[in-house]
Each structure stands twice: as structure tokens, then as C-alpha cells.
């Protein structure tokens, strides 16, 4: 099982967003349409192939939202808690002898890390950052990796996501996708295909 980090192992972030626009005052829906913004879309790219820092992040896309620049990726993700119903489910699949991975989008770690605290290395069989092999979702390089890393063949894995557009990525290489958008709905259809008991 390969999962995603924003959104399926935390908090939906479409409400880590919302909560975000109203600490900072300022309209629902100015982040996503600025992430929807060519200039938006590209910083996040960049960003995610480690091509710029956190800090040059945070100055341009501040300005597509009209906010100050300090700090900005930390409160954006101020609420991406962890999802503890999903993380779960990942101990449980492992115990069980699945193997485990973390595919993330990722977000840089310095000055701020968003992966703080989740204890990935220590829960997951692998993870892969996006920035640390400059290459992201939903390229096919980055899910060959994936698969390489776990030893399984794509047709023996299955992809967790709140992205269709991975989804679909993932599905033309043969691997089993699945949308998370829900944690509890997302728990349970894991629990239902792996055939593991409720906690």
C-alpha cells in the first residue's frame, strides 16, 4: 500500500485551507484560486521538485493571496493534524506483513517541517519526498521508485490519494487506486479490502 501525506494522512486540506483563510482574514477560496494560477501552480511545482526553498515559496506565493511572506508555509499547514484513523489502518496493514509506503508531493523541510512528529520512518516501510529525487506525482518515474523501493509489482499494490490526477497516474501503471477525501470512509474501505478487524 502506497499513501499520499497531505490530505490523506492528515486532515482533509480543503479544510486545512479554510481554516487557514480565516486566521489571515481573508476570503474562502483566495488560496485555491491562487493555487489554480498558472504562477500559482508553478511555485507549488518547483517547490515540490526541490528546485526552490521554502522561503522563495513563501514570497511568491504570498503575493498571489496578499498576505505577509513570513513564516508562510507553517501557517498554511497549521492544521494538517494527523489523520490517526488511516495511520492506523497503515500499522495494522503492516503488522499484517503488507508492505507500506509514503509517496509525498513534499512540501520542503527546512525552516519548517510539515512531516514533524509523524514518526514516517519508524510507521512506514518506505517514504519518498518528491524534492529529495526531483520528480513528483503524477510522473510514472516517481511511482516506479515507489514500487522498486517496496519490491512489488504494480499489480499487487494499491495507491491512496486525494488527487485524481495521481489516481489515474498510478491506475495507468496498473496500480489499484483508491480516493481518500473522507477519513473515516477512507478507513473503511481500506479495512474492507485488506480484510482487517476495527480497532
Known amino acids: 500500500m502506497i499513501f499520499d501525506f497531505f490530505g490523506v ?9 479554510s481554516c487557514f483563510e480565516d486566521r489571515e482574514k481573508i476570503t474562502r477560496g483566495t488560496f485555491l484560486r491562487a493555487w489554480a494560477d498558472p504562477r500559482g501552480q508553478e511555485l507549488f511545482r518547483q517547490l515540490e521538485l526541490g528546485a526552490i526553498t521554502q522561503i522563495d515559496w513563501n514570497e511568491g506565493f504570498a503575493a498571489l493571496i496578499d498576505v505577509a511572506p513570513d513564516n508562510l508555509i507553517a ?3 497549521h492544521d494538517a493534524f494527523p489523520a490517526h484513523q488511516v495511520l492506523k489502518v497503515a500499522q495494522q496493514a503492516r503488522n ?10 513534499s512540501l520542503g523541510r527546512e525552516p519548517y517541517d510539515p512531516y514533524a512528529g509523524f514518526d514516517l520512518h519508524n510507521t512506514f516501510d518506505e ?5 529529495e529525487h526531483g ?4 510522473d510514472p518515474a516517481i511511482f516506479r521508485l515507489v514500487l522498486d523501493k ?3 509489482s504494480a499489480e499487487r499494490c494499491l495507491f491512496v490519494d486525494d488527487s485524481e490526477e495521481n489516481l489515474a497516474a498510478a491506475y495507468r501503471l496498473g496500480i489499484t487506486p483508491l480516493l481518500a477525501l ?4 477512507v478507513t473503511a474501505r ?3 479490502v485488506l480484510g482487517l478487524p476495527d480497532l
Open 182 to 185: 473522507d477519513e473515516k470512509v
Open 150 to 152: 517496496l519490491g512489488v
Open 9 to 17: 494522512l492528515t486532515f482533509n486540506m480543503v479544510e486545512v485551507i
Open 75 to 77: 501557517r498554511y499547514l
Open 127 to 131: 517514504v519518498v519526498f518528491s524534492a
Open 190 to 192: 481500506l479495512r474492507g
Open 96 to 105: 499484517a506483513g503488507i508492505k507500506t509506503a509514503v509517496l509525498s508531493n
Open 135 to 138: 520528480v513528483r506525482k503524477p
